[in-house]
């Protein structure tokens, strides 16, 4: 059986443990400049809906270091772009690749792709969830704390896909979430609930203060997420008061981490002196994306086909 990555939620606790360390040893290999090229003859097809600077590269890199080779695809110039149905890429590209990953604007558009096609899916971020990047933050975290059990994360801002994925981690992870969200903002209910429900400690409070108040991590993202620019000025009003400042940073433990998944807009969600101040992570979890796709790739495509 095929296995995909479509969710945060998709490995258990001992599948994501096991990607980390995973994870680890191949950080180290590609720093010492040993060859681990496992992946000898498969092929990445990356299909791309939206713009992408970290997923694409990482991605790219990820499978070149690994002694395999990445396509890129733009739907604007696949048939897709012209109307060609999902189900039939899908079966259709899982006939010549090894793998497929995927960023599309509705969830629902991976699922379908993951449904038919024959050969492992990742989830490149749709609107509801990014779990590549909770790959590489859960990777960034366990670095700093040695765990991320009992570790507090503070969520500023946008209850958005990369939060999703943040609250359903909450269940796999041990980490305790606090999310600080204006009104119609707060990260979708059923995953909070699911999170809950699987004895995950997520809890969404209005008060950016209150969520960073003895957090271990400060984590935000773009208050404009592909996909929502036509509300642009609805929302930059609207999270007025939920950019990470020093003031909001001095609130958190004194040895808190600040994460962004990036792209950051200085001045919005975060300050330029937070992102290029001394407890900013934000470069270590852009790198993290490469050396967690990498344990992913292997672990999905290694043992496929
Ligand atoms: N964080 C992230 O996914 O970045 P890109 O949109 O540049 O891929
Ligand atoms: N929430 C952002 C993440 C970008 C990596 C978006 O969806 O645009």
Redesign the pocket.
């Known amino acids: 059986m095929k296995r995909d990555l479509i969710s945060i939620l998709d490995f258990d606790e001992d599948e994501l443990g096991e990607l980390m360390r995973d994870a680890e040893h191949l950080r180290k290999l590609r720093k010492d400049g040993t060859a681990h090229e496992v992946l000898r003859g498969k092929t990445l097809a990356m299909i791309f809906e939206k ?6 590269i990482s991605f790219d890199v990820g499978m070149h270091d690994l002694g395999g080779s990445a396509l890129y695809l733009n739907t604007q110039d696949l048939q897709l772009g012209r109307g060609e149905e999902i189900r039939d890429t899908a079966r259709v590209a899982a006939r010549y690749v090894s793998g497929v990953m995927i960023r599309a604007y509705k969830h629902s558009t991976i699922v379908d792709f993951a449904r038919y096609a024959t050969v492992p899916v990742i989830n ?2 749709s609107d509801r969830e ?1 779990p ?2 909770l790959l590489a933050d859960i990777m960034t975290i366990r670095e700093h704390f040695g765990s991320t059990l009992d570790v507090n994360v503070a969520w500023i801002g946008d209850g958005n896909n990369v939060c999703n994925s943040l609250v359903l981690s909450a269940a796999t992870t041990g980490m305790i979430v606090q999310a600080a969200c204006p009104p119609g903002y707060e990260p979708a209910p059923d995953m909070v609930e699911r999170a809950n429900a699987l004895g995950g400690r997520v809890e969404v409070v209005r008060d950016p203060l209150e969520a960073a108040r003895d957090a271990d991590v400060v984590m935000t993202d773009t208050w404009v997420s592909m996909g929502t620019e036509a509300e642009r000025d609805k929302r930059i009003k609207a999270f007025q008061g939920y950019t990470v400042t020093a003031e909001l940073v001095k609130e958190a433990s004194p040895d808190a981490i600040v994460m962004h ?3 950051a807009h200085r001045g919005q969600e975060i300050t330029d002196e937070v992102i290029e101040g001394p407890q900013s992570v934000v470069w270590e979890e ?1 790198e993290n ?1 490469l050396h967690a796709q990498k344990a992913l790739l292997v672990k999905l495509i290694g043992r496929n086909k």
Not at 51 to 56: A, E, F, I, K, L
């Open positions: 713009p992408s600077t970290r997923t694409r490149g971020l990014h590549c990047q998944c990036l792209p852009a994306r």
